[in-house]
Each structure stands twice: as C-alpha cells, then as structure tokens.
C-alpha cells in the first residue's frame, strides 16, 4: 500500500506545543501554508496526502511516517497460560499465585490447551498461516514483577504468521467517506504476561503483586503498515472487536487487557526508512493516536532541526501530551534469548495430520477451530448492510457500542417500522440519550420492546414522531416533557378529557 | 541387616524380621556415626521416624504399600521436599523450605519409604566432587574402609590418615556415600553430565541415569532442564531397578516425560548373552584413562566375549566436541535458571535496600559462591546477541551430532554400550582441589556427559577394586527408553563380577549392636 505522506510546510520552524491542557489535540498548530483546512488534526492530513500544484519551496520536503504496532491482548481464561491458578482481573493481591507463578525453584511450565486454542481461532480469523509446529523461548530481564527472570514467548517460530487485518477509517469529515485499508500482521505469539509492580513513593517501597504473573498473553505483532495514528487506532479497534467476537480476550484497553505498543518513523519518500521508536504502553485507542501523531511531529522537527532519532523507548504522558524517554527496564538491553527447554514444541494438526487414536485432550485439530469460528465484525457489517440496506458507516456505529447490535436486532424482531427508520433512531435518538446519560447500553432504562412498541406507533401514525421523541424524553428523566404528551392527548380527545387523569394514565404507562 | 540390598530388607520387612521403626533407628545411629563423612546437609530424623510408624501399622495390619514400604530412602538436597529445607549447599537457598515435594520424593513417599534426609552435593549441584558446596566436601566411606587402610599401612606408614581421605566424586556425592556407608538403602541424585555415575563409580554403588523424559524433574532444582534426569543410587542393580519402577512415567506437572504409561518391572536374570552386541566406543581410550580402568574395561568386554556375546568396536566421532559443547549449553542454561534467584519471593537476601538493582546484585554475590558465579557470567556472553549463532547454536548443533553418533551405533546393530565411568578410582581430596572446579568438572565428565546430551540411559557398575583398593565402576550405555534392558545387562555384569562389599567395621567398631546377630547372606561385614 501506498505510504500516506506527512507535509511539512514550514521548514526550519519547530513546532510549538501551546495550550498543553489535556484537552486540546496535541496542543500543536496546523502547519502555516497547508491546505488541509478544517482538518482536526495531522493524522487527516496523513489520510489524505496533500498533492499541491504549488512544488515544495527550496529545502522543503515531504516527510512519510511508518507506523507499527504490538499489541498485547490478556487471553480469556480461567487459568494461567502453563499454571493452574485462576485468572481474575479483581482478586485480592497476590490471592492468584501458584508455586510457578512465584518462580518456586524446581516447577516448570504446563501449557494451557485453551491459550493455544485462543491463539489458533485469532490467527485463523485474522487469515494468518497457523503454524503446525511453533517454540517457546525464554526473554530474560530483571524486573521486580517477573519472578523468574525471564518470559516464557515466542520469538523463534510464534504460532501464527503472515495474515492480515481489514479496517476501515474515514478520510474525510463525513463518516461517508470511509476507505478499507489493510495493515498486514506479522505474528501472533503467546507470552507470559508478568505481574504488577505498584511502588508507594511516600514509603519509597515497592510492592509486587503476582496475580497477573503468568496470564497468557497474545502477542498480537502488526506490520508498519500504518502512517498516522487515526489508522493506527482503527486498526486496533478492529481488532479489539475481532477479539471480543471470538471470545478469545475480552481486550478491554482500560482494564489493561488490550495494550499496545507503537514503532514509529518518519523519512523522506523514495529514500531509507528512518530510525525507530518505541512508544510504550499505549491503554487507550485515544491516546494511541495522539502518543502517535505526537511522536511523529516530535520526529519531523527533530530532524528538520538537524538533530537525530535515537533508537529508544518512550512511554506518552497523556498528562502533558507528549512522549517521553524511558529509563529503567524498558530501555534497549539484550535479551539473551533463549530456547524454553521445559517445553516441548508445541505441534497442532489438522483433519489430514490428526494422529490416529491420539487422545482428543492431548491435540488440538485447526480444521476443528476453523468450523467453530464465529462471524466476524467484518461479516456482521456486511450483512446489515446488506439485510438492512443501511449505510456502512451505520453498521460501524451499531458493532462499535458493546451490546448496540444486539438491541437494534431485538428491535427489528419486534416492530414493524422500516429497518432504516429502527436504525436511525437507535444510533441518533437511543444512543444519543445513551452517551447524554453516560450509560451502557446494558444499563438502558428503555428495552428494546419499548423502542419497538413506540416505533409501532410511529409507523401506524398513531403519534407523531416528536410526541415519541417526547416519550423519550420523559423517558430519558425530563418531566416537563409530559406537559407536551398531555396537550397532545388533550387536542386528540377535543379537549375532552380531564388533563389530571391524562396525566396519571400517562406516568402509569411511561413508568411501565 | 543395614548391609543388605533394599530387596533383601523388603523381604526381611515383609516377614517381620525386621520392623520399619527399628530400621529406621539402626540408620538414624549410623547416619550420627557417620557424621564426619558429611552426606547428608539436613537428617529428617522425626519425619522419617513418623514414617516408620505409619508404615509399622501398616505392616501389622497387612497393608504393606509394596517393596519400598519401610525403607530408609535419602534425597540429594536439589529436591525439593515439603516441610524440609532444600539448600542445594547454596547460601542463596539456605532457610528455604519448599512447600511441595518433587514428583519423586512424593513417589517414593507414596510408597511408604522412610525419608532419612537430604545429601550433600555440590552448590546447586555443580561439581564432580562434591568439595564446592556451603556445607563442605563429602568424604567418600572407602578411606575408611578395612580394604583401603590396610593397603595404605603397608605402604606407607605415619602418614595423617585423617586429613587425607578421599573425595566422592560429584556432585551426588553425599548420595553415594550415604548408600555406601549404609545409612540408607536407595538414595537419589540428579545426573546431568554424570552427577549420578561419577560418584556411584567412586564410593562402589550402583548408579543409574534413567533415559531423559523417563523420570519427572518437577520439583528438581534444575542445572541444565534439558540434560538433568533424576539419578538413583542403591547397592545393586535389581534395587535400582525396583526404584526405577516406581519413579518412572509420565507426570503432567513435568511437559518433557513421557506419555506412555510405565509398569513396574523385574529385571530377569540373564543367563545368556550369545545374543548381545556390545559396542567398545574407541574414542573413550584417552591418554588421562589410568592403566587401571583401562585394563578393567578390557577385563569386561573381555567377560562378555567369552560368554558368547558380540564384542565391537564402533566410534562416536564427535566426542571429543562433547565436553566445550557441553560447557555453552550447560552455562548457558544454567545464567538462565539462576536468574529466578533475586532475593525478592525467597531465599537469601543482602541487607543492601539502596536499590532494587543493588539488592538484586548484593544477593547474589552473596547467595553464589565463584563456580556458580562463573557459569552464571559465562552462559549470559553465550547468549548475547551477537554470541548466540557463534556459541550456543553451534553448541546446539555439535549436540544434535553427538546425539546421532549415538542412533547412528545402536542402529548398527549394537545393544549397549560398554564404557568407563571414570578415569580413575577417587583421589584424595587434597589432590582434587590442585584443579580449578572448571578442569576438573570437564575431565571428570568425560565419559559421562555425552549421554545426557544424547537421553540416553546408562549405568555405572562398580567392577573391582583398584591396587589401592578402592572401587572402580564400569558404565552401560543403553538405547533411548531401554532401561530395562541396559539394567538387565548390568546386572548380569553385576552377578559375574562380584564386587567386593566395603568393610567399614573400623569406622564402627562401636556400633556393633548394629549389625550383631545378623545372618549376612550377600555382605560380610567383618
């Protein structure tokens, strides 16, 4: 794929990071003389690489960005990855430990079927070639949090290999103008997640807990492929949805079970790629765009300036904005990897390998996790799309809210309103007081037969659509909007009807 | 009673001969007399007592758990054993009470063996003398022996006996003397380049190196994970046999063993080996052999060809490569395992708080003594980056050849192998330590250590005494998961040769009681 450019237009000037405030994206300006008016942001600009008549003034160069990524997602299980101990993410410290776990001397490792079934089904679902026969390998650091001194990975031969990952970003302002691109995926390997070090600078000690020591993990290793950070997260929300549809990680970032480290470079076009960096621990799809675009403005005007890009690890800051060196273990070291000699190769089979008479607990068969695969989002998507006739973007919104697809389906099952006229008022009246009320969909005080019912109405023409949208509103905690329901009922009975009693009968059946 | 082999004392236990707790006691004495032979780091006397009580109970109501019920056993202390302290003879280990038992302790246990104690080795079981570990050097019975002393009064004469006693071997040394000298009936080691077989050849016991993935290693404080196999020590090849059986199998806390399920055996005995072929690897005729040794392992393939069975001579051409492979891979290994101990979830730990980095660095200056520290250095410049294709792949590869020099004999047609153990019969120990650990582990290891880079089983019989008259043992060399096979030969070799028993009644001349009234069908004390 083509590689998006970056522009630099302002030769010479450094980029001035004002208005450090949380809030503001990225606190850096548009540069001076781009055409890319009423873009948010840099990562747009990348997106759409802007080709101007007028050439580049002397000394000015275009600049391309190259991003890769590793992401770590925690493996949904119920136990460690080669220990028996229970994986739960609330524990008590140090509750979840086994003598393994702890690095006791003289234990060694069991290798959990369902880790290796997970790694399988992910691999196989981001079309990746599954490896018949894969290694351990042993990373060594001294860290407080890994106790044994190492990490039991992947690194010789992961498990899966060369696959690739669809995802889709809009270049333009509307969501309409949304483009799929392809980021390929190196490897999937499995890992040992280490444990957690939580240090009290007040008693300047450091307490370790261990309950998250040995958690398998997928190392989930993607191409520099992307150019911006906008890309960047898209691709990992995808991702996070692929997770979550398998069952394979629950892959919540803010609870650590999705983390994502970036490499990023910049160079000019036509020439070699530029020295990396590594921006750690990334746990929100937010802060990965802007630890990314950040570092690739940090990287231009670095360069631009004269100076050079240190092959180093920098975590972001999402306090101030910005990427900052790393120190301490995370900084460039050897590994001195190692074969794991406590584990034999792991080999899998297929329908044709399967060893006769081989215990089913002993072997795990891919043709057996290829038909037990669920839909994909990819899927899903295309399906409303085309069952429903709903735009793509709409089929992005209804898969991007935990729980949204499967209320819009329970609606459709119940109302006989067109399925467009179900979509917009999921996505733009229901979801709207969702995000308004700040809740989950789970948490919804209307059910998905309310909103059919009401759709009911509206479709018979029974009320109009501002008395439903009125009905939400009540709904949603506004009392005043009763007043509207009563005058409404008031002019349908002719005024008639005692506005008391309309009023009781109405809380009696908006409260039901 | 105590110098009978574990399948007479079983029998004894069986008919009532004998009780479990009165057997246990003889050892407990004997264990205090012996004392100054150093074998054993910690003596589990109230554990092992209340063993002997249970299985006393057991005896009377008929429920015997089978042939090791009531049997004083001891264990290396690189085992970990539940309750009882593991130090590895390290400082960094030394408190540390592991709160699982090894997959083999747990089996013996199972099987109503008494567990007398933990045995001497060297620090974290890296040495061929069992001289480098915190607790001191282990001293091999046999300078004590009626055999050895007589010998060397006709010899020469004032010299100090007392300071010139002779090293075990390593580093399972305190297993072998602990079987030696009778304290126990069956003792394990660990044998990663010939830990069992070394000392077993010195102190005159049997020594066995099970094939790798035949025995768990869960709970075995490792060295190299991919050469250590469990080791046992016992005074025949039938005992070794009968503890073979019950320890071997697959265990699914340790991923490397086995699957096929394994039933206890019988060794049959041999009558006729007109069917056998034993291979003579030429290239174990080094220079260091001592004439001695030499002349003995001719004496044997001799012994075997007189008997009708086919004696060859085949080559194993990569074997002189074995021992600075054996060095890459073992190092290298071995900075990996040790890496574990930082001072932070147990044992040792410095006092130095100024720093996680200067904790981890002050404990482990602290918990290591030099040969540990060596290996720990060495291994890690093995698998720098810029080493690792240099070294420790290449060392991978000299060991696939090794391996296959192997295969590449036992498909020729050969059964087993027919090797020395060592180079010579065990020095004293102040000619030992003129060599750095490092010398010494590689030419002690050399005709042990390319089977275990190989998993193959193998053997060390002791054969005859030497001039001094101190024990000489000969190795088997069997294919991969033939045990059985291998230790059926050995036994044959056993019967034939009829190893002299040590004669250790100086060294206890009063703990008569012991052994009075004692009807000694196979051993003489006196």
């Known amino acids: 794929m083509a590689t998006p450019m970056l522009r630099w237009c302002c030769p010479g000037r450094r980029w001035i990071f004002a208005g450090i405030g949380g809030g503001s994206r990225h606190g850096r300006g548009v540069p001076t003389g781009s055409t890319s008016s009423g873009k948010k942001g840099q990562s747009s600009v990348a997106q759409q690489p802007l080709i101007t008549a007028q050439k580049p003034r002397k000394g000015e160069r275009e600049w391309a960005a190259v991003v890769g990524l590793e992401i770590h997602a925690q493996i949904a299980s119920n136990s460690k990855l080669f220990s028996g101990s229970q994986v739960d993410f609330a524990a008590p410290p140090n509750s979840l430990v086994s003598f393994f776990d702890a690095s006791l001397p003289g234990t060694l490792p069991v290798l959990n079927r369902r880790c290796v079934e997970a790694a399988v089904m992910t691999g196989l679902a981001l079309d990746c070639h599954i490896n018949r026969k894969s290694l351990f390998d042993r990373k060594h650091y001294f860290y407080a949090d890994l106790p044994a001194g190492y990490q039991i990975t992947q690194q010789r031969l992961p498990i899966a290999v060369n696959g690739s990952l669809a995802y889709s970003v809009c270049v333009g302002k509307r969501w309409s103008q949304m483009v799929t691109r392809t980021v390929g995926v190196k490897q999937i390997q499995l890992e040992q997640d280490s444990g957690k070090s939580l240090h009290d600078n007040l008693r300047s000690q450091t307490l370790i807990d261990l309950n998250r020591a040995g958690v398998g993990l997928l190392e989930v290793v993607l191409e520099p492929d992307m150019s911006c950070g906008e890309e960047a997260a898209a691709a990992v929300r995808e991702l996070q949805l692929i997770l979550q549809a398998l069952g394979t990680s629950q892959a919540n970032m803010a609870e650590g079970q999705l983390r994502v480290d970036a490499n990023i470079s910049v160079h000019h076009p036509g020439e070699p790629l530029g020295v990396r960096t590594e921006v750690k621990n990334l746990n929100s799809a937010r802060f990965l765009a802007k630890a990314i675009d950040y570092e690739i403005q940090r990287q231009i005007s670095e360069l631009e300036n004269g100076g050079k890009i240190l092959n180093e690890t920098r975590s972001f800051d999402y306090k101030l904005g910005c990427t900052v060196p790393m120190r301490d273990k995370e900084g460039k070291q050897d590994y001195r990897f190692m074969p794991e000699p406590n584990l034999p190769p792991l080999l899998l089979y297929d329908s044709g390998s399967l060893p006769t008479g081989a215990d089913p607990q002993q072997v795990i068969d891919i043709d057996q996790l290829r038909e037990r695969l669920p839909e994909l989002p990819r899927v899903t998507r295309e399906k409303l799309v085309r069952q429903y006739g709903m735009l793509p973007e709409h089929s992005f919104a209804l898969l991007n809210e935990v729980g949204l697809l499967e209320f819009f389906q329970n609606v459709i099952k119940e109302t006989r309103a067109e399925p467009k006229k179900v979509t917009s008022w999921v996505l733009n009246t229901f979801l709207g007081f969702l995000k308004q009320q700040n809740l989950a969909v789970s948490e919804s005080p209307v059910t998905p037969s309310a909103l059919a019912e009401l759709l009911d109405l509206l479709d018979r023409k029974a009320i109009s659509s501002s008395a439903a949208k009125q009905v939400t509103d009540v709904k949603k905690g506004n009392p005043r909007a009763i007043n509207k329901l009563i005058g409404l009922v008031r002019r349908a009975t002719l005024g008639r009807a005692d506005p008391t009693v309309i009023k009781e009968v109405l809380e009696r059946q908006l409260s039901s | ?526």
């Not at chain 2, 009165?22 to 004392?35: A, D, G, N, V, Y």
């Not at chain 2, 046999?241 to 019988?266: C, E, R």
């Not at chain 2, 192998?417 to 050399?446: G, W």
């Not at chain 2, 060390?460 to 005494?465: E, G, H, K, Q, T």
């Open chain 2, 1 to 526: 009673m105590l110098g009978r082999t574990l399948r007479e004392v079983s029998a004894a236990l069986k008919q009532g001969q004998v009780s479990p707790t009165e057997l246990c006691q003889r050892c407990l004495s004997l264990i205090k007399k012996t004392k100054f032979l150093n074998a054993y780091i910690t003596v589990s006397e109230e554990v092992a007592l209340k063993q002997a009580e249970e299985s006393e109970k057991r005896y009377k109501k008929g429920l015997s758990l089978g042939d090791l019920d009531g049997i004083p056993v001891a264990v290396k202390d690189n085992f970990s054993t539940a309750g009882i302290e593991t130090t590895c003879a390290s400082n960094m280990l030394k408190g540390y009470v592991p709160p699982y038992n090894a997959t083999v302790v747990q089996k013996l246990l199972d099987q109503g063996a008494l567990l007398m104690g933990k045995t001497n080795l060297d620090e974290f079981a890296m040495g061929s003398g069992s001289t480098d570990g915190i607790f001191g050097p282990v001293k091999n019975p046999w300078s004590y022996s009626k055999q050895y002393r007589e010998k060397r009064k006709q010899k020469s004469h004032g010299e100090n006996e007392d300071s010139d006693w002779l090293i075990t071997g390593g580093s399972s040394g305190g297993s072998a003397a602990a079987v030696s000298a009778f304290t126990c009936f069956a003792a394990l080691g660990s044998d990663t380049g010939g830990s069992t077989r070394n000392p077993a050849a010195h102190c005159g016991v049997v020594g066995l190196k099970p094939s790798y993935g035949l025995v768990s290693r869960h709970g075995l404080i490792p060295l190299v994970n991919s050469m250590d196999v469990p080791g046992i020590l016992t005074r025949c090849v039938d005992d070794a046999a009968i503890v073979l059986g019950i320890l071997a199998g697959h265990d699914p806390k340790d991923s490397t063993t086995i699957q096929d399920p394994v039933k206890p055996f019988t060794l049959p005995s041999l009558t006729d080996v007109s069917k056998l072929c034993i291979g003579i690897p030429k290239e174990y005729l080094t220079p260091e052999l001592s004439s001695e040794v030499r002349s003995l392992w001719s004496k044997a393939a001799n012994l075997f060809e007189s008997e009708g069975a086919k004696v060859i001579e085949v080559s194993l051409p990569h074997t002189s490569y074995s021992i600075v492979c054996y060095h890459v891979l073992c190092t290298s290994e071995v900075a990996s395992n040790m890496a574990r101990f930082d001072g932070l979830e147990y044992g040792h730990r410095c006092d130095t708080d100024v720093s996680t980095e200067a904790m981890y660095a002050a404990t482990r200056r602290e918990g290591f003594n030099d040969v540990v520290r060596e290996r720990i250095l060495s291994g890690n410049f093995f698998l720098l980056k810029e080493n690792y294709e240099n070294y420790f792949v290449k060392a991978q590869k000299v060991r696939r050849l090794i391996a296959r020099d192997f295969v590449n004999v036992f498909n020729s047609g050969v059964d087993v192998l027919l090797t020395p153990t060592t180079l010579s019969e065990a020095v004293p120990h102040t000619e030992f330590i003129r060599e750095d650990n490092r010398t010494r582990s590689a030419q002690d290891d050399i005709f042990t250590q390319a089977v275990n880079m190989a998993g193959l089983p193998a053997v060390s019989v002791p054969m005859a005494l030497s001039s001094q008259r101190l024990p000489i043992g000969l190795q088997f060399i069997g294919r991969a998961f033939c045990d059985q096979q291998l230790l059926t030969v050995a036994k044959w070799f056993e019967k034939r040769v009829q190893f002299p028993v040590i004669q250790l009644q100086e060294l206890m001349d009063d703990c008569s009681s012991i052994f009075e009234n004692e009807k000694l069908a196979s051993v003489s004390l006196k």
